[in-house]
């Protein structure tokens, strides 16, 4: 099974910039479109971008101009660089799978965004 390890997060200001890596354990990962996903309290785990095996990207519209999903594939790792960080980009972060299936879930990584 592939393991997932998440991170990069912290406590940043309004404005501010986060990279956030996910790093895998098998090879296996560079096959599958991988998604980036955060969970904010209270609410339910939602998709925030997404990277197919061959780079092409996708985002959703809340997170669209400000995050940069991409990978290396040579170091089994998808990274998520995010800009201009409001409060509501509050939430941890998780990289999984995206589509039918998932690999086993990894800690995630906390991501808050306050003065």
């Known amino acids: 099974q592939v393991q997932l390890v998440e991170s990069g997060g912290g406590l940043v200001q309004p404005g501010g910039s986060l990279r956030l890596s996910c790093a895998a354990s098998s090879d296996i990962f560079n096959n599958y479109t991988i998604g980036w996903y955060r969970r904010a309290p209270g609410k339910q785990l939602e998709l925030v971008a997404t990277i197919t095996s061959s780079g092409v990207t996708f985002y959703v519209d809340s997170v669209k101009g400000r995050v940069t999903i991409s990978r290396d594939n040579a170091k089994k790792t998808v990274y998520l660089q995010m800009n201009s960080l409001k409060a509501e980009d509050t939430a941890v972060y998780y990289c999984?799978?995206?589509?039918?299936?998932?690999?086993?879930w990894g800690q995630g990584t906390q991501v808050t965004v306050s003065s």
């Open positions: 999984n799978r995206y589509g039918s299936g998932s690999f086993i």
